[in-house]
């Protein structure tokens, strides 16, 4: 069998063209941006503990920054129904920042976290 050349060139340009609509079909479709509430319920037992939040389309992101002197343990509470509770423990280092995340099973509509705050009492 001999490939002609313009054949060759032929099936190229369907296939550049074919390609070119469906990335022009994706990107008519609208885009799934999730957007939900997040409540943080922070005790932090006058620690210098700052907590922030980073909420993006299926994914929590918390970020705790120890300003303290010793090492703080940080126990996490996830509620988002209908997804079940989840928790998290996180150990930060003074002068440091930890983060853990929440992945999104389901759709969410608003997310409340409960963040508790301890120093960490060295082992003698």
């Not at 940080?74 to 440091?96: H, I, M, N, W, Y």
Request: aromatic share 6%; charged share 25%.
């Amino acid at each position: 069998m001999v490939m002609v050349a313009s054949d060759s060139k032929w099936f190229r340009a369907i296939g550049r063209t074919a390609a070119l609509a469906a990335l022009l079909l994706l990107a008519a479709l609208p885009a799934e941006a999730q957007t939900y509430d997040v409540k943080v319920n922070p005790k932090l037992h006058d620690l210098d503990v700052k907590v922030e939040q980073l909420a993006t389309t299926g994914v929590l992101v918390m970020k705790l920054t120890n300003k303290t002197k010793q090492k703080v343990r940080c126990d996490l509470r996830f509620e988002a129904s209908p997804q079940a509770p989840l928790r998290k423990t996180v150990f930060v280092d003074p002068g440091k920042t930890g983060q853990t995340e929440y992945r999104a099973q389901r759709k969410w509509f608003d997310v409340e976290v409960d963040v508790e705050c301890q120093a960490v009492q060295p082992k003698s």
